[in-house]
């Protein structure tokens, strides 16, 4: 877990992200992870399940429903509105720290 509660890691970044169209279940969200971050980032299951765990107990994630299939429990996660502000803060917060970089000049060139 990040230092401050309101921290996110990447991995918790991208399973907001990953949540952001609507709910998905456990292996569906890796998938979709992997595909947002460029396949920088990539989860295990326990990994995940231990952010989706956190990101629940502080509200920020819900079950959706649960269903079996082939004899599996599968569980859907679904982003609360407080979880898609954390993202939102989180992504404005990532586009100041990169306009800091790409608006320096080197005095060198000018």
Same mark, same amino acid.
């Given at each position: 877990?990040?230092?401050?509660?309101?921290? +996110?890691? @990447?991995?918790?970044?991208?399973?907001?992200?990953?949540?952001? !169209?609507?709910?998905?279940?456990?292996?569906?969200?890796?998938?979709?992870?992997? @595909?947002?971050?460029?396949?920088? +980032?990539?989860?295990?299951?326990?990994?995940?399940? =231990?952010?989706? @765990?956190?990101?629940?107990?502080?509200?920020?994630?819900?079950?959706?429903? @649960?269903? +079996?299939? !082939?004899?599996?429990?599968?569980?859907?996660?679904?982003?609360? !509105?407080?979880?898609?502000?954390?993202?939102?803060?989180?992504?404005?917060?990532?586009?100041?720290?990169?306009?800091?970089?790409?608006?320096?000049? !080197?005095? =060198?060139?000018?």
């Amino acid at each position: 877990m990040p230092r401050r509660s309101t921290e +996110v890691s @990447e991995p918790m970044y991208f399973v907001l992200a990953a949540l952001l !169209d609507g709910p998905l279940h456990g292996h569906a969200i890796v998938g979709r992870v992997i @595909e947002l971050s460029r396949d920088r +980032v990539k989860p295990s299951i326990s990994t995940l399940y =231990g952010i989706l @765990e956190r990101l629940t107990s502080q509200g920020t994630l819900t079950v959706d429903r @649960e269903e +079996v299939v !082939d004899g599996r429990n599968r569980r859907y996660f679904r982003i609360t !509105d407080r979880g898609r502000a954390i993202a939102e803060a989180e992504a404005e917060r990532m586009h100041h720290a990169a306009s800091v970089i790409r608006g320096r000049r !080197d005095p =060198g060139l000018t």
